[in-house]
């Protein structure tokens, strides 16, 4: 955890009920916190947890990520470069100003603060929480949960500085975990002949994505593809088959940087489909929770639909729904 500890008192100080010095714990405002327990979060934010977490529940993790700064008013306005998914661009009347993460025993929330201190909440248990989409980029990042609820889905957004990705990869992993509770056999050594020709961007990203303890399955790369103008149809991207997800990397279509990272967990996958254009293809996923399903759809190479259709038929194999 990331704090300043000071000995003199201030309005946010903390007393000590067993005698001796007044602490006062001062987060640094610029980037994502870890936080030790609910007594860190701050206010509004705090009674928010305490009257949606049930005293029965345990909290296994807090990330309070404060205002992102000049990005606070653009909700997803850099979606995935291979996703075909709505994404809005409209300016909201409160600019989000900070977020709070919690993950707890049974499912997690997100609290939202506004500039104006109003306070919205988006919550969930594991068993309808779809797939995961992580944003990494020069100067900042975003994780997004997606969930189902009342017959449709939703997606739960938080900004944040790069500096601090580790703690949401840390979220991730966590989230994983409860999603698909199925014990995973472990990880023998680190899968880097499988990456051995992919580009150094690549192999690096798969290495530093790859979900922790599971054991990378299959995995393919596939390069973007231009048009006579050399205008970009789709991005480079990979596929990682892990015992439990699927993990879909992507590539900018400006920088050719890494850009997003998707963690679909198989025990959502209720049906894929591909479907074909002239130069590229269509990977659609259909993810299903109990109370709700959306579709993930991924532009590729029309020349590896072949190869991708059977990476994710030997997965899908291994679900509920593929037996």
């Known amino acids: 955890m990331t ?3 000071e000995s003199c008192p201030t309005a946010s100080t903390s007393h000590n009920t067993n005698g001796g010095d007044i602490e006062v714990v001062t987060t640094d ?21 305490v009257e949606k977490v049930p005293s029965h529940e345990s909290i296994r993790l807090l990330v309070h990520a404060p205002d992102p700064g000049p990005l606070r008013g653009e909700r997803s306005v850099y979606p995935p470069r291979w996703s075909r998914m709505f994404v809005s661009t409209k300016q ?3 600019p989000i100003s900070a977020t709070l993460l ?17 306070v919205s909440v988006e919550q969930c248990k594991f068993d309808d929480t779809l797939f995961l989409e992580l944003t990494s980029l020069i100067l900042w990042g975003e994780l997004k949960i997606h969930f189902a609820s009342v017959g449709t889905w939703y997606c739960a957004a938080m900004r944040f500085n790069t ?27 680190v899968d880097e002949d499988i990456f051995e020709n992919w580009p150094i961007e690549f192999r690096t990203a798969a290495l530093r994505y790859r979900p922790k303890s599971q054991r990378i399955l299959a995995a393919m790369r596939w390069p973007s593809v231009v048009d006579g103008f050399l205008r970009p149809l789709c991005p ?17 279509k400006t920088s050719g940087d890494i850009g997003v990272i998707t963690y679909f967990p198989l025990v959502r996958l209720w049906d894929f489909h591909i479907s074909h254009q002239q130069r590229v293809s269509v990977l659609a996923l259909e993810a299903h929770g109990k109370r709700g399903r959306e579709r993930l759809e991924i532009l590729f190479p029309a020349d590896y639909a072949k190869a991708l259709s059977k990476a994710i038929r030997n997965a899908f194999a291994t679900t509920e729904y593929g037996v």
């Open 3 to 5: 704090q300043i500890r």
């Open 29 to 49: 405002t610029r980037f994502a916190t870890k936080l030790d327990s609910i007594d860190d979060v701050p206010e509004p934010m705090r009674g928010v947890l």
């Open 92 to 94: 909201e009347e409160s």
């Open 102 to 118: 919690a993950v707890t025993s049974e499912g997690w929330l997100v609290v939202s603060e506004s500039e104006e201190r109003n």
């Open 163 to 189: 500096v601090t990705e580790e703690l949401y990869r840390e979220a991730i992993d966590l989230l994983l975990e409860r999603i698909d509770q199925a014990p995973a056999q472990g990880v023998s050594k």
């Open 236 to 252: 480079g991207g990979a596929l990682l088959v892990t015992e439990r997800e699927l993990v879909l990397i992507s590539q900018e």
